[in-house]
């Protein structure tokens, strides 16, 4: 860094401090969403008269972490052998409440991201898409904080990539 010249210098710090900041916005943010998921779960365990469900909750909400698995890694399994043992009941029960976690978590995660890093949630989604696509999991998170991170270095004036919105539409 000290070999750079002043404003070339104050870019990169001005870039540090943004991806810092976003790092620390998305890890709030996913502990909200893992926090919705909990109480989903524990509710939905509950009325379906799962024993121990807060303990169970807990366990899948913080599984729910892992982009690729989620509340499936658990619950399709669990449901599948609760099938298998003739359970049907509790295996539909199950799959409903999977089934509910999942449609709400695909709701608010680009809303939930996307206002806490500054991109509007069609954007934040198609961004977590194709991050994921081209990069894997690294992508489904740094996508779209690269993305961000270009909007916010664009409306600072430090690089020219957007036309500004002309505010008289």
């Known amino acids: 860094m000290h070999q750079l010249n002043g404003k070339t210098r104050t870019v990169f710090v001005q870039i540090k401090e943004y991806v810092v900041g976003t790092l620390f916005v998305c890890i709030r943010s996913y ?32 599984f729910d972490i892992l982009p690729v698995l989620g509340t499936g890694g658990i ?11 003739g359970n049907y009941p509790l295996a539909l029960g199950l799959l409903l409440v999977y089934l509910v976690v999942t449609v709400v978590r695909n709701i608010i995660e680009p809303k939930i ?19 994921l696509q081209l990069f894997g999991v690294v992508g489904l998170f740094g996508f779209p904080i690269v993305l961000s991170l270009l909007c916010h270095l664009n409306d600072t004036g430090t ?4 036309k500004p919105v002309d505010e008289t539409l």
């Open 31 to 62: 502990a909200l969403i893992m926090s919705i998921t909990f109480v989903e779960l524990v509710i939905g365990l509950t009325l379906i008269g799962v024993d121990n469900a807060l303990i169970i909750a807990f366990v899948i909400a913080v």
């Open 75 to 85: 619950m399709i399994p669990w449901t599948v052998i609760t099938a298998l043992q």
């Open 113 to 131: 991201v996307g206002s806490q890093i500054g991109l509007h949630p069609v954007i934040t989604l198609a961004s977590m898409f194709v991050g």
């Open 159 to 162: 690089i020219h990539l957007f």
